[in-house]
């Protein structure tokens, strides 16, 4: 069956770096348009970024030019590459293979608090 296994989240000071990491198995990961989306406490799921054959990429405004994402389809794995890091960016972050985040995985907690 599909599994999306997050990991990367951690406690971090506005302005600091983290990088996540999704590993996926149980479809073919490489033909998939893959997302990352957020949910802050109190708020709904957020889409914060996609990929597709590691060209066509898109970011929300939010988050434009201090995330990265990037995929390695031969370890079937998703990264988000996040700088900059305010408090705002706190929340669970989830790789998801639809936009709205409804086929996700566990999730990652991310804390941006000094």
């Known amino acids: 069956q599909v599994q999306l296994v997050e990991s990367g989240g951690g406690l971090v000071q506005p302005g600091g770096s983290l990088t996540l990491s999704c590993v996926a198995s149980?479809?073919?990961?490489?033909?998939?348009?893959m997302y990352w989306v957020r949910q802050a406490p109190g708020k709904g799921l957020e889409w914060v970024s996609d990929?597709?054959?590691?060209?066509?990429?898109n970011y929300n405004i939010a988050v434009k030019g201090r995330f990265t994402i990037s995929r390695d389809n031969a370890k079937n794995t998703l990264y988000l590459q996040m700088n900059n890091l305010e408090p705002e960016d706190t929340g669970v972050y989830y790789c998801a293979r639809d936009r709205r985040g409804r086929d996700r995985g566990q999730g990652t907690q991310v804390t941006v608090s000094s």
């Open positions: 149980g479809f073919t990961f490489s033909n998939q348009r």
């Open positions: 990929i597709y054959m590691g060209a066509a990429i």
